[in-house]
């Protein structure tokens, strides 16, 4: 391959990230607004994610599909993208004990209503996300 096509190929596509990340109707985190939206009542859907990991991708994915589908979700739930690269020592990581990234996880007051680690399936998020929306 030419040098100068593929230097100009990978500078191409890291200007665009694999995920829509923050940009995709979710809220960016930033430390203390996960507890403020539990004190507050909201029932709290947290995507650990990296803009760069084809998992965290394919469940972005889903989780767009699913909310544009179904209106509810983002009436009852508040979606927040995690950057796992940014937080992954913060204290709300620890305190849930994410292991790494590609890991989605709802709460409503103290619970945890489930997680989906690594799991990219339709079923499973849409599982996740409807008790959720139950909760």
Do not use: H
């Not at 204290?91 to 590609?102: C, D, F, G, Q, V």
């Not at 890991?103 to 489930?114: H, M, P």
């Amino acid at each position: 391959m030419d040098r100068r096509l593929f230097i100009g190929s990978a500078i191409a596509i890291s200007a665009f990230p694999l995920t829509a990340s923050a940009s995709s109707g979710s809220v960016a985190y930033v430390p203390g607004l996960v507890d403020k939206a539990l004190a507050d009542g909201k029932t709290v859907f947290i995507d650990f994610a990296t803009d760069w990991c084809t998992t965290c991708a394919a469940q972005n994915r889903v989780i767009q599909k699913l909310r544009s589908e179904n209106p509810a979700y983002d009436a009852g739930i508040t979606f927040v993208y995690f950057d796992w690269d940014q937080y992954s020592k913060d204290e709300l990581a620890r305190r849930l004990k994410i292991p790494r990234r590609s890991v989605l996880v709802a709460l409503k007051g103290d619970a945890e209503i489930g997680r989906v680690t690594l799991g990219t399936s339709e079923k499973e998020i849409k599982a996740l996300m409807d008790a959720a929306l139950n909760a």
